[in-house]
């Protein structure tokens, strides 16, 4: 079993019968629905998820998870996902795919949010490894490029992955790319993004995060908020 695999059964195990799950995305997300799914098939575990994306949403099916549209949901229980950056404080960097709305609409409406990732996601700061996703109203996106650019952020358009057109993301929205200085906090960076009129919606995931599951070498270091 991998450091993913771990860290994804550790999840599961925090999912109590009756409970409404939200499904996250990426490969340690598909390892949770598969963990998931062997305790409803072995345990008689009874739950209802929805999915952050599409791709989650088959995924889900294909396992005979049991999936509510987003339009039913009026609570969710746990909410369980990955992130691309984890600080110390818990500030999470998300939504490097296409599906950053409803991750964070999900994360924030859980009762818990559980995040799984491995060792590597570990970073000082926000923005350390990767840029920060800013999906954007198409018809404003060089209005928020102008106003990120005023405060010190390098953004560039999100494209395709043929290089040919402009991505677009799950919700008809263009992304921008967006670098900062490293001495903007991680505070800074999502008030500053929260104000900027234009965004749909961005990748600091700040305050939201319950419990970081960090898989190492076959270890899970458990971090509560």
């Known amino acids: 079993m ?20 939200g499904l996250g995305t990426g490969s ?67 939504g490097r795919g296409q599906d950053l709305v409803m991750e964070k609409l999900l994360a ?25 996703p800013v999906e954007v109203m198409p018809a404003a996106w060089k209005i928020v490029r102008h106003a990120l650019e005023k405060a010190n952020g390098e953004a560039e358009l999100r494209l395709n992955a043929s290089k040919d057109n402009v991505a677009v993301t799950a919700h008809g929205s263009y992304v921008l790319d967006v670098r900062f200085p490293d001495w903007l906090d991680d505070a800074e960076l999502d008030i500053l993004l929260n104000n ?13 995060a319950s419990l970081v599951l960090i898989a190492d070498q076959g270890q899970v270091d458990v971090v509560q908020a």
């Open 196 to 208: 900027t009129p234009g965004v749909v919606e961005h990748g600091v995931f700040r305050g939201l």
């Open 2 to 21: 991998n450091d993913k695999q771990l860290v994804a059964e550790h999840a599961a195990s925090l999912v109590e019968d009756s409970m409404i799950v």
């Open 108 to 132: 924030r409406a859980a009762e818990r949010f559980v995040v799984v990732a491995d060792k590597s996601k570990q970073v000082s700061r926000i923005g350390e490894k990767f840029v920060i």
């Open 28 to 94: 340690t997300a598909n390892y949770f629905i598969e963990a998931l799914s062997r305790r409803q098939r072995d345990e008689g575990l009874r739950i209802t998820t929805v999915a952050s994306s599409t791709i989650s949403a088959i995924k889900a099916a294909e396992h005979g998870l049991p999936l509510l549209d987003i339009s039913q949901l009026g609570h969710l229980d746990l909410y369980v996902d990955g992130a691309d950056e984890i600080t110390p404080g818990l500030t999470l960097l998300k």
